[in-house]
């Protein structure tokens, strides 16, 4: 992450509960309310990571391990990437004293 990204997100939190007339003590009230709303909101992602099945075939052992390892939201986008890998199809092609085609 660049230093320009790494300041938009900062920028980003920050506006969503701070303006230009916010005091200090509004911003610490704010700060604590807006931290606890994440912490909640992470601990709901891990309860539903570690509850919610999300396997469609249990036969499939590269999906099976990957949903004991990752987290819902990073096994989904693993799945779709496996999905989309399965379309292409590998075929042995010349072989050159150097290369493989």
Same mark, same amino acid.
């Given at each position: ?16 509960? $701070? +303006? #230009? ?6 911003? $610490? $009230? =704010?700060?604590?309310?807006?931290? @606890?709303?994440? $912490?909640?909101?992470? *601990? ?23 949903? #004991?390892?990752?987290? =819902?939201?990073?096994f989904q986008k693993? =799945? ?5 890998? *399965?379309?292409? @199809? +590998? ?11």
């Amino acid at each position: 992450m660049n230093t320009t990204s790494c300041s938009e997100g900062l920028n980003a939190f920050f506006n969503e509960f $701070v +303006s #230009s007339k916010t005091n200090l003590r509004e911003f $610490v $009230v =704010r700060y604590e309310q807006t931290l @606890k709303k994440i $912490v909640e909101r992470e *601990i709901n992602e891990d309860y539903i990571s570690e509850h919610k099945d999300r396997l469609n075939d249990e036969n499939n052992l590269i999906l099976k391990q990957a949903a #004991s390892i990752y987290t =819902r939201n990073i096994f989904q986008k693993f =799945r779709e990437q496996l999905t989309d890998s *399965i379309r292409f @199809k +590998s075929e042995e092609g010349e072989k050159d004293d150097e290369f493989d085609t």
